[in-house]
Every structure is written in C-alpha cells, then in structure tokens.
C-alpha cells in the first residue's frame, strides 16, 4: 500500500495570493493509478480539487479552481503538487492529498480514493 506524507504546512495568504502544496509518497507506489487533492471545510462535505494520472499527464480539475490550480507530480521525488494562485477566501480549508490503484482518475469522488494524507490548512483572507 502506498503512505502518503502531506510535507508542506499550507499557511494563511490574502486573497490574490499564491501557495504550493507538496505531498510525498512512499510504500506500493509503483502500481498507483491515479493522485489527487480535496479539500474540505468544517461541516461540508469533502470536495474534489484535482487529479493526474499516475504514470501519464491527464489532469482533471474541479470547476471551482479550473484555470487557477495546477496539479503535477514528480515521481522521480515520488512527490505530488498543487500550485494554487489567485487564491479566494472560499479556497479556505484543510486540503488532503490522496491515491488509489485503480480508475477512474477523473472520478473526484471521496469515498472511491482509499489513501489520504493527514491533511494541511490552507487559509485564505479577504
């Protein structure tokens, strides 16, 4: 199985500003399909923010953050990043980076991913 390490602390940015997340991942790694970020607020549902494949390009992104977030990995540092900018105070909450070895990759569905990262704040201030 894969373990999934969420290595950037989030941190608090007024809005128009810029963050970059970084999640490692070590364990299975070799057979991972697909990587992802969600994001979720206190008392709301879990949302899907965005995905790659694994072992190709093809990224998918939530409709709140498309042309604003750019997800990428290296897995040659077996790292996973989402670079976010003109970040708005509703991109506030704890962001978790996820895996699973199977598909869909563009099914940004909580309950189909199986691995989590412990999660980081991100605050975003008007």
């Known amino acids: 199985q894969v373990e999934l390490v969420e290595e950037s602390e989030g941190g608090s940015v007024q809005a128009g500003g810029s963050l970059r997340l970084t999640c490692g991942f070590a364990?299975?790694?070799?057979?991972?399909?697909?990587m992802a970020w969600f994001r979720q607020v206190a008392g709301s549902e879990r949302e899907g923010v965005a995905s790659?494949?694994?072992?190709?390009?093809?990224?998918t992104y939530g409709d709140s953050v498309k042309g604003r977030f750019t997800i990428s990995q290296d897995n040659a540092k077996n790292d996973l990043y989402l670079q976010m900018n003109s970040l708005k105070p509703e991109d506030t909450g704890t962001y978790y980076c996820?895996?699973?070895?199977?598909?869909?990759?563009?099914?940004?569905?909580?309950?189909?991913?199986?691995?989590w990262g412990q999660g980081t704040q991100v605050t975003v201030s008007s």
């Open positions: 790659i494949e694994h072992r190709g390009e093809v990224t």
């Open positions: 996820a895996a699973r070895y199977t598909g869909p990759c563009d099914a940004l569905r909580p309950a189909e991913w199986s691995y």
């Open positions: 364990g299975v790694t070799n057979t991972l399909a697909c």
